[in-house]
């Protein structure tokens, strides 16, 4: 997941609709079901979908009232987390 990736999809959750992502999320997972796909277009299209994934967790944070600034980071350690674990 990247910070930077995360932050962008927020802005423009906050500017647009969740829907868009949530959507997009959709469709990328439908795509990861075509045979003729290498793994490295898995791993990309992997990570798209885990940064929008990480950009709705830190909306939801927001909307629960959290600084935007603090929501990523706070979603950031969450994850750092679970790696080191």
Do not use: C, W
Request: charged share 30%.
């Amino acid at each position: 997941m990247k910070l930077p990736v995360i932050k962008h999809l927020s802005q423009f959750i906050e500017e647009n609709d969740e829907d868009y992502i949530i959507e997009t999320i959709e469709t990328l997972e439908n795509l990861t079901e075509v045979s003729s796909l290498k793994d490295e277009e898995l791993d990309v299209i992997g990570e798209l979908i885990s940064n929008m994934y990480g950009a709705l967790e830190v909306q939801k944070m927001i909307k629960s009232g959290t600084p935007k600034k603090e929501a990523l980071n706070t979603f950031m350690q969450r994850v750092m987390g679970s790696i080191d674990t």
